[in-house]
C-alpha cells in the first residue's frame, strides 16, 4: 500500500485488475492451442472496444 492513498484506493485498484487479468490469462492448461488463440484475440478485441468507448 505504499504508493496508494487509502485503502478504498487500493481495493479499488485491485477490484478492477482481477477483473482485467482473469480476462487476460485464462487457465491456459485446460485449452488447445486453438481455443487459446481465439480466446486471446476474443479479449483484445473487447479490451480495444472498451478503451475505445472511455475516449469517446
Known amino acids: 500500500m505504499d504508493r496508494f492513498v487509502s485503502?478504498?484506493?487500493t481495493q479499488r485498484f485491485l477490484a478492477t485488475q482481477d477483473q482485467i487479468?482473469?480476462?487476460f490469462r485464462p487457465k491456459r492448461h485446460r485449452l488447445s492451442a486453438r481455443s487459446f488463440r481465439h480466446g486471446r484475440a476474443d479479449a483484445f478485441s473487447l479490451w480495444a472496444?472498451?478503451?475505445?468507448s472511455l475516449g469517446s
Do not use: R
Open 7 to 9: 485503502a478504498g484506493q
Open 21 to 23: 487479468i482473469t480476462l
Open 49 to 52: 472496444d472498451y478503451t475505445a
